[in-house]
């Protein structure tokens, strides 16, 4: 049976690294931005994202897009 996906929800998560802990190992925190279009584009969600993150006093580490769907068999 084919599988149909139903795309529910799309977020941006931004993770910056905010300084170094006492073991010299380096300290992260993270921004979830929600309710981007589920059907934007990544290039789109990608170039967004760095603008919103050079908005920040901190270094910018990683970029994730985080999509949530539901999946269900076709009858």
């Known amino acids: 049976m084919a599988v149909v996906v139903t795309p529910l929800t799309s977020k941006i998560k931004l993770q ?6 006492g073991e ?7 921004k ?3 309710k981007v279009k589920t059907d934007a584009a990544d290039q789109d969600v990608l170039d967004v994202a760095a603008a919103l993150a050079e908005l920040s006093a901190y270094t910018l580490s990683a ?13």
């Open 16 to 21: 910056f690294q905010t300084g170094v802990n």
């Open 32 to 34: 979830t931005i929600s």
């Open 63 to 75: 970029i994730s897009r985080i999509d949530d769907s539901d999946l269900a068999e076709q009858a």
């Open 24 to 30: 010299g190992k380096p300290v992260y925190k993270s």
